[in-house]
């Protein structure tokens, strides 16, 4: 059986049942209580509030994502900016050996990259 169903089926429904049941000896009593579940139907009282709930928790879960993801390229930020920083003390170094250790930090900076791929 399905959670859901279309108001408005059921609502023609019970305004069917309420015109059927006319002159049945219980007819105030039947048409009162199906007046009454009408109401509470159209008045929202048996919506799902797993809806909203339902929004909520995505929208925590997704924050919660983008944070972990900014915390992740903030790290990588840094560890890039560490390599850059390096790199360019070293370039202000004329020993031909310089390029030599900017080129491995580069290297190895870009490795680390290729590992979190």
Not at 6 to 27: R, T
Not at 84 to 98: F, N, Q, S
Request: net charge negative.
């Amino acid at each position: 059986m399905s959670e859901y169903l279309s108001k408005k089926a059921v609502l023609k429904w019970l305004e069917s049942e309420m015109s059927i049941n006319k002159g049945h000896p219980d007819d105030i009593d039947i048409h009162w209580t199906l007046n009454r579940v009408s109401k509470k139907i159209q008045s929202g009282a048996f919506d799902p509030k797993d809806d909203l709930d339902e929004i909520i928790r995505k929208n925590h879960s997704l924050a919660v994502k983008m944070k972990v993801c900014t915390l992740e390229l903030e790290d990588e930020i840094q560890r890039l900016r560490a390599a850059l920083e390096r790199i360019k003390k070293w370039a202000e170094d004329p020993e031909l050996g310089t390029m030599y250790k900017i080129w491995n930090l580069a290297n190895e900076t870009l490795k680390g990259d290729e590992n979190d791929a």
